[in-house]
Nanobody, 123 residues
Framework: QVQLVESGGGLVQAGGSLRLSCAAS????????MGWFRQAPGKERVFVAA????????AYADSVKGRFTISRDNAKNTVFLQMNNLAPEDTAVYYC????????????????WGQGTQVTVSS
């Protein structure tokens, strides 16, 4: 089991940027595929982005392509989500998740989850 702790959320105006971080407490962080998901009030949790253990493969939801960038630093056991040109519809709790295996957009395939960090974008 991987323990994950997200940080970096907050309140930002539309058009602004935030950088989320997720720190993992596991010795073998570098073998995990890491993902970001988000859940808006009253809605289901949905895929945002994912990155393979080596960083060589990534995936993004269509709604964030060109605005969000996922990256990782295996030496620091951390995955990042750079969010630019934020819009009110990006408002949600953002969750970090980990899985063994290839990049996946399916939240059911991720076995470890963080507690989430709130992102609020004002118009």
């Amino acid at each position: 089991q991987v323990q994950l702790v997200e940080s970096g959320g907050g309140l930002v105006q539309a058009g602004g940027s935030l950088r989320l971080s997720c720190a993992a407490s596991v010795r073998t962080f570098s073998i995990y595929t890491m993902g970001w998901f988000r859940q808006a009030p009253g809605k289901e949790r949905v895929f945002v982005a994912a990155i393979q253990w080596s960083g060589g493969s990534t995936a993004y939801a269509d709604s964030v392509k060109g605005r969000f960038t996922i990256s990782r630093d295996n030496a620091k056991n951390t995955v990042f989500l750079q969010m630019n040109n934020l819009a009110p519809e990006d408002t949600a709790v953002y969750y970090c998740a980990a899985r063994l295996g290839a990049v996946s957009t399916n939240r059911m395939q991720y076995s470890s989850w963080g507690q989430g960090t709130q992102v609020t974008v004002s118009s």
